[in-house]
Each structure stands twice: as structure tokens, then as C-alpha cells.
């Protein structure tokens, strides 16, 4: 089913299995795997494998499919902003391998 770009929320909840290969196979925007807290609740200590934003095409993402929390962001800006806010400034963190994509690019400019 592909996504129609104009209807579509800038944030995204990943529920099943579908909806992360669609997002993968769409290749745009970044997903969030880790544990988003309740509102209201405590924030419990975060593992290091945990709490990490990928690039849709990154290959680790795989890895997160048993966090109970998946989130697709359409641009980096809503990504970092909604994170900050929700989970915590210095509570989540970018993927190793996407950061040294970045980085790279950035050298071969």
C-alpha cells in the first residue's frame, strides 16, 4: 500500500511487521526503535541498545523489531524535536552506522 505523502502525519506509529517493510521499502524519512514513556510515569534507566533513530534504509533496524515502540518521522527536524520532547534530550541517540553515513557524505563533499 503505498503512502500518500499529502495526507500523511509527519510522525508515524509502526504497529506490525507491514508497516516497517513498507516504510523500509520506502526508503524516506527515519524510524525510532526503543521504549517511548507514559506521560505521567517515571522514566525507567534506558539499555544502550535502546532508544536509537536509524535511516529508513539502515540495516540494524532489524534489530529493534522486539522494542515495543517503533516510530517512523518523515524529516530529521520533526524527528529530533518529538524525541526531545517525548522520550528525553539525552535519552536517545543516532544509530552508529547511519552516523558515519552522514559523516562520510559530509567528508566527500
Known amino acids: 500500500m503505498p503512502v500518500d505523502q499529502s495526507v500523511e502525519s509527519p510522525v508515524r506509529v509502526i504497529s506490525d511487521a507491514d508497516d516497517l517493510a513498507e516504510a523500509r521499502l520506502e526508503a524516506a524519512g527515519f524510524i525510532f526503535h526503543g521504549t517511548v514513556p507514559e506521560p505521567e510515569a ?3 534507566a534506558v539499555r544502550a541498545t535502546t532508544n536509537i ?3 529508513a534504509r539502515c540495516p540494524k533496524i532489524d534489530r529493534g523489531q522486539n522494542d ?5 518521522f518523515r524529516t530529521i527536524r520533526v524527528a529530533k524535536r518529538h524525541l526531545d520532547e517525548v522520550v528525553g534530550g539525552g535519552r536517545w541517540k543516532w544509530c552508529k552506522h547511519c552516523q558515519q553515513e552522514v559523516t562520510q557524505r559530509l567528508l566527500n563533499e
Open 42 to 44: 517515571p522514566r525507567k
Open 53 to 55: 533513530l536509524h535511516f
Open 68 to 72: 515495543p515502540d517503533l516510530l517512523w
